[in-house]
Antibody, heavy 125, light 113 residues
Framework: DVQLVESGGGLVQPGGSLRLTCAAS????????MNWVRQAPGKGLEWVSG????????YYAASVKGRFAISRDSSKNTLYLQMDSLRAEDTAIYYC??????????????????WGQGTLVTVSS | DIVMTQSPDSLAVSLGEGATINCKSS????????????LAWYQQKPGQPPKLLFYWASTRESGVPDRFSGSGSGTDFALTISSLQAEDVALYFCQQYYSTPLTFGGGTKVEIK
């Protein structure tokens, strides 16, 4: 069975850093596009970042570009999100989500078929 | 970026009655080369992550009850619950995957009247 388990969330001051981890099981991370999607308290969903399977090309929402970095360790079957220069508006539950597609490009089957339970990131002084 | 707009924001329906949620995209998500609509629907119950209901606008994910249906094409889509059950109380989101960045609608909250 596919499972995604996030960890690494917590309370951090504005300007601080945090690294989120998503441990995957039941499939190979590098065979699919993987994503981070966040949800601010009581709000909707926002796609934050993604990484294509195989080649590993990375993509970011404009709101986090230059501050966040997505990566993966295929040997550990684990996805990461390094978050730097955090702001209050980054406060959210961060979900790891698997795409049905291999690559994260236009006109592919990039719906999210499996989600983790999420990890809460709170940016506050 | 493709903007997804859902309506209404919330909906209160009696048990056993029908409910329809609308989703409109700022540009067409229909790809003429394969005649597919790059639109998915999700259900999110309180305290849980979203769950995939439909992809290609109307293809039901395995295990989704057939009281749920997805429809529409181009820029206008709908998620319909034919007979609301108590376990359908949730937030519902649409998402386009026609182009990056992938974007979601703002969500529609379905409650029992």
């Amino acid at each position: 069975d596919v499972q995604l388990v996030e960890s690494g969330g917590g309370l951090v001051q504005p300007g601080g850093s945090l690294r989120l981890t998503c441990a995957a099981s039941g499939f190979s991370l590098s065979s699919y596009a993987m994503n981070w999607v966040r949800q601010a308290p009581g709000k909707g969903l926002e796609w934050v970042s993604g990484i294509s399977g195989t080649v590993g090309a990375t993509y970011y929402a404009a709101s986090v570009k230059g501050r966040f970095a997505i990566s993966r360790d295929s040997s550990k079957n684990t996805l990461y999100l390094q978050m730097d220069s955090l702001r209050a508006e980054d406060t959210a539950i961060y979900y790891c989500a698997k795409s049905d597609a291999i690559v994260l490009v236009d006109k592919r089957n990039n719906w999210f078929d499996f989600w983790g339970q999420g990890t809460l990131v709170t940016v506050s002084s | 970026d493709i903007v997804m707009t859902q309506s209404p924001d919330s909906l209160a329906v009696s048990l056993g009655e029908g409910a329809t949620i609308n989703c409109k995209s700022s540009q067409s998500v229909l790809y003429s080369s394969n005649n597919k609509n790059y639109l998915a629907w999700y259900q999110q119950k309180p305290g849980q992550p979203p769950k995939l209901l439909f992809y290609w606008a109307s293809t039901r994910e395995s295990g989704v009850p057939d009281r749920f249906s997805g429809s529409g094409s181009g820029t206008d889509f709908a998620l319909t619950i034919s007979s609301l059950q108590a376990e359908d109380v949730a937030l519902y989101f649409c998402q386009q995957y026609y182009s990056t960045p992938l974007t979601f609608g703002g969500g529609t909250k379905v409650e029992i009247k």
